[in-house]
């Protein structure tokens, strides 16, 4: 089992930048794919960007793509999300999910019941 604890949010104007941070327990971090999901109020959950196990490729919704980054320190059990030119549309509780994988290049790009999350950090985005 791994617990996971983001970290990161806040208030940014557009145009600005964020990084996030997801922190996992665990020794076996490596063997877990990882992802970031978004929740704005009255939407429904969607996903961001994932990052394979093995950390050798990534994959990214369109909405953000170019502007966000998602990397990840096996060392350190941390996964990353480097957000750019942020806009008010990006204003969501950001939340990192984890897969423990047999591939280390599988991705996490669709929820499943025993995905592991994290309680989530608020990232808004002011005009």
């Known amino acids: 089992q791994v617990q996971l604890v983001e970290s990161g949010g806040g208030l940014v104007q557009a145009g600005g930048s964020l990084r996030l941070s997801c922190a996992a327990s665990g020794r076996t971090f490596s063997s877990y794919a990882m992802g970031w999901f978004r929740q704005a109020p009255g939407k429904e959950r969607e996903f961001v960007a994932t990052i394979s196990a093995s950390g050798s490729g990534t994959y990214y919704a369109d909405s953000v793509k170019g502007r966000f980054t998602i990397s990840r320190d096996n060392a350190k059990n941390t996964v990353y999300l480097q957000m750019s030119s942020l806009k008010p549309e990006d204003t969501a509780v950001y939340h990192c999910?984890?897969?423990?994988?047999?591939?280390?290049?599988?991705?996490?790009?669709?929820?499943?019941?025993?995905?592991?999350w994290g309680q989530g950090t608020q990232v808004t985005v002011s005009s």
């Open positions: 999910a984890a897969r423990q994988v047999n591939l280390g290049s599988s991705f996490l790009l669709h929820p499943r019941p025993d995905d592991y």
